[in-house]
């Protein structure tokens, strides 16, 4: 992937990056643990991009992600992406995730019928899984069959996507968060959430 810069910047559940092309955002890199971590991942996955100011619209998409960390209701519809090296398949999948609003969710199985097909439900989970851009493109907003997690390949993993999910307002007020300190997200891999119904 190419990119002409990366930006580090911190967010309500830390560390957060982006990284562009002159066509737009290419990637983004949900929090490590500090700074450091967060920055050598996002040049790997830019192959060695270095930092450099971003344009306007690279700043707008920060401020974006630090409003949504912190609860704000942002949506990305229009922020300009770079998936040119994408599969279409993949792009057709991500832009109906793109629709998702902060505080809503979507099942595999939903954004394989708005595609035409059920059974491509395990291809849009595989998809999500390769998302270059989560966040802006909102792939913690789509769940399994029966409100189950499904999984998160982002760092932190299942605990990450709740986390957001949380921010969002997407579970059940009486839904245990990741900021409960009973341990029940200790295993939370296939696990059932309690979604607030609008």
């Not at 059940?172 to 409960?180: E, G």
């Not at 696990?191 to 119904?197: A, F, P």
């Amino acid at each position: 992937m190419r990119a002409s810069g990366i930006l580090v910047f911190d967010t309500a559940l830390g560390p957060c990056g982006l990284a562009w092309s002159e066509r737009g955002i290419v990637a983004a890199q949900l929090p490590e643990d500090d700074p450091a971590e967060t920055r050598a991942r996002l040049r790997a996955r830019t192959g060695g991009a270095p930092e450099a100011d971003p344009p306007p619209y690279v700043q707008d998409a920060r401020d974006d992600v630090i409003a949504l960390m912190q609860g704000a209701p942002v949506d990305f519809e229009r922020t300009p992406l770079d998936l040119k090296r994408t599969p279409a398949f993949n792009r057709s999948v991500y832009a109906i995730a793109r629709t998702i609003p902060p505080g809503a969710t979507l099942t595999y199985g939903d954004i394989a019928q708005r595609l035409g097909d059920l059974t491509l439900s395990r291809a849009v989970g595989y998809a999500l899984g390769k998302n270059p851009i989560p966040i802006i493109i909102p792939c913690h907003r789509v769940l399994a069959a029966g409100a189950k997690t499904g999984g998160f390949s982002a760092p932190g993993g299942v605990r990450t996507k709740l986390r957001m999910l949380a921010i969002e307002g997407a579970l059940a007020n009486d839904a245990p968060t990741l900021f409960d300190n009973d341990g029940i997200f200790g295993n939370l891999s296939g696990g059932t959430i309690r979604l607030r119904r609008s």
